[in-house]
């Protein structure tokens, strides 16, 4: 099994453009039905500088939640300001 033993799996990914977060966000979503019942999800920064405060608040986010599993969250604000 991916993920045996774990219940989160979170993911962090480099800032990219539209086109790489769409693959990613299909990777993702693809290792979360493979990893069953164990959630996997993925954050990337939403601008290219990473705000490790947005990043590490997402990080909890997704392994507090228990309902969301397959997804990619972009962290921080668009724009970077």
């Known amino acids: 099994m991916l993920a045996n033993g774990l219940d989160s799996l ?21 290792l979360a039905r493979e990893a069953a019942p164990t959630r996997v999800n993925a954050v990337a920064p939403a601008s290219g500088e990473a ?9 909890a986010f997704l392994h507090t939640n228990g309902g969301v ?12 300001g």
Do not use: N, Y
């Not at 993911?11 to 966000?25: G, I």
């Open 69 to 80: 599993t397959g997804q990619l969250l972009l962290a921080g604000t668009l724009g970077g």
């Open 51 to 59: 705000d490790e405060g947005s990043m590490a608040a997402t990080v």
């Open 10 to 30: 979170v993911l962090q990914f480099p800032h990219a453009e539209d086109k790489p977060h769409r693959w990613r966000r299909e990777a993702v979503a693809a």
